[in-house]
């Protein structure tokens, strides 16, 4: 892994943790509960809290889009599964 996927990681990790600070989206917290309860270790369902939210940052960043709150809460929703990363 590069220094930039390290960097992009961490950071990613940086919001999904930022917002279960603010709670916003609860959604999120909503999330991680599942997954743990669910026999996923916390830091894994950080990872794939993450992984939702990656195609949002990535729009905003990348292509200076909108962040798409609808479509992170309905992939947060699909957890652990992650059928959108076999559609990029």
């Known amino acids: 892994m590069s220094d930039e996927e390290q960097l992009d990681q961490a950071m990613l990790f940086e919001v999904v943790e930022n917002q279960l600070?603010?709670?916003y989206p609860?959604?999120?917290k909503a999330t991680l509960l599942r997954l743990c309860m669910?026999?996923?270790?916390r830091d894994d369902a950080?990872?794939?809290i993450a992984c939702a939210l990656a195609p949002e940052m990535i729009d905003?960043?990348?292509h200076q889009q909108d962040?798409?709150?609808?479509r992170y809460?309905?992939?947060?929703s699909l957890l652990p599964?992650?059928?959108?990363?076999?559609?990029e």
Request: net charge negative; glycine share 4%.
């Open 38 to 41: 669910t026999g996923n270790s």
């Open 73 to 76: 809460i309905a992939h947060l």
């Open 46 to 48: 950080i990872e794939l």
């Open 67 to 70: 962040f798409n709150l609808e």
């Open 21 to 23: 600070a603010d709670n």
């Open 81 to 87: 599964q992650t059928p959108w990363i076999d559609q």
């Open 60 to 62: 905003v960043i990348e």
């Open 26 to 28: 609860k959604e999120v």
